[in-house]
């Protein structure tokens, strides 16, 4: 099994592309223009025109739809009469005003229907790239306070700690200096989210040996675990929750699939329900179980960028699944999930249950500025491998399900779904 993961990797290097959705986060604020400021007015408005001279240069060279230089120009107007008068009036720092501005101008060129180009300040931003990408800076550990300890309820498998050993069910029962009986379960929480780069001195027990362990885990960027088996309360039907895509989500699959392979099952439910996607080479490398190796999964074409074509990748024969398969979506659903959603569906590889789906097949890249900040574009659109993009009112169910179904019987209804198909009841 240990030849998987090592080939998936090969093969996701060569497709890997970045694409991610962004959520809204306020312009960070620094120290205000005091009344003694040497800061003039005039020279901020021309340091403001040089940086947005730069977001359009990077936008008119790489967005995926026409910009014109009189949208631009009109903006600077607008800047001049009504937004730079209003940022001075709040009396903050002339980063503020700059990047406020640029957010407001990048705004004001994209589209109407693009929901994901936006402009970060430098801390924003890279907060954001460690959204985007699934990472966090942490030891990796969640768990509660029972008994003479803290027990582990669940690790990162791509941690530090783990790596060193700690386990689910162990007994963290010191951190550093702390005893943990007289710390309460918010202070430990606290104390396993150390600073990136600290190392913590962990004092456990062994789940299965009962033998006394330490470690010194470093806190530090790793990839999330975002894929996790739940229970469809239906014999041999199984169901894969995919929360979000990442560089390494295709690794966690890879694990999943063969488990059930095992079992012999009638059918298989991926949950992608508010899976707001990532990247798509995830998806592609996802479909590469699924479908015929070697043939067109997608591709993205842009107004100034030369159409990128997803192939999907080979693999050796004993990974490739051909279980009855019922895809659940929602309107949280999107990008490389709605992706691989909608190539699922158009093949007739799985039935698609749930709600239209959000409607951004689209390729995004991060923009870095000059003074640290960044913004993400949309550089280019999906389409099929017949030539149809992918809408942006989204991926249509084969199935609608009702609102008032709750959320929580799903996946049940799913797999409820699949076997009575099978049984020809439907």
């Known amino acids: 099994m240990n030849y998987y993961p090592a080939f998936i990797r090969i093969c996701f290097l060569l497709v890997s592309f970045a694409a991610f959705s962004c959520p809204v986060v306020a312009v960070e604020n620094s120290q205000t223009i005091s009344s003694d400021s040497t800061v003039s007015p005039k020279s901020l408005r021309e340091e403001c025109l040089d940086y947005f001279e730069e977001i359009y240069r990077k936008m008119d060279e790489n967005y995926y739809f026409d910009l014109h230089r009189s949208d631009f120009e009109r903006f600077i107007k607008s800047f001049d009469a009504k937004i730079f008068p209003g940022l001075l009036l709040e009396g903050k720092s002339r980063d503020y005003v700059r990047w406020r501005s640029a957010a407001y101008l990048v705004d004001f060129l994209k589209q109407p229907d693009d929901l994901f180009s936006k402009f970060w300040p430098p801390k924003p931003a890279k907060k954001f790239v460690q959204e985007v990408y699934g990472q966090k800076i942490d030891l990796g550990i969640e768990g509660r306070m029972e008994g003479p300890g803290f027990v582990v309820s669940f690790i990162e498998p791509r941690s530090d700690a783990y790596a060193l050993g700690l386990r689910e069910d162990d007994l963290i029962v010191r951190i550093d200096d702390n005893d943990i009986l007289k710390l309460d379960e918010v202070k430990v929480k606290s104390l396993l989210v150390p600073l990136a780069g600290s190392k913590v001195r962990l004092d456990y027990i062994d789940s299965v040996t009962r033998k006394p362990h330490v470690i010194e885990p470093l806190s530090k960027e790793y990839f999330k675990q975002t894929v996790f088996l739940r229970s469809t309360g239906i014999k041999d039907i199984y169901c894969i929750e995919i929360q979000k895509f990442n560089r390494e989500s295709h690794e966690d699959i890879g694990r999943f699939l063969p488990v059930i392979a095992a079992k012999h099952p009638r059918g298989l439910v991926i949950d992608l329900r508010n899976n707001p996607g990532g990247t798509p080479a995830s998806a592609l490398m996802m479909s590469a179980f699924f479908l015929p190796n070697d043939e067109l999964f997608a591709y993205f074409e842009g107004r100034h960028k030369p159409r990128v074509n997803y192939t999907i990748p080979r693999l050796p024969d004993q990974f490739h699944y051909d279980w009855p398969m ?39 890249n991060i923009f870095d500025m000059s003074d640290g900040s960044s913004f993400a574009m949309v550089v280019a659109r999906g389409h099929f491998p017949d030539g149809r993009a992918f809408p942006f009112d989204g991926v249509k169910p084969n199935e609608y399900v009702p609102d008032e179904i709750p959320a929580d019987e799903m996946i049940g209804n799913a797999a409820k779904y699949l076997l009575l198909k099978q049984e020809g009841r439907l």
Do not use: P, W, Y
């Open 326 to 364: 019922a895809i659940l979506v929602n309107s949280g659903t999107g990008s490389a999930a709605e992706l691989f959603s909608g190539v699922m569906q158009s093949r007739k590889r799985a039935v698609v249950i749930g709600r239209d789906t959000a409607g951004q097949v689209l390729l995004k």
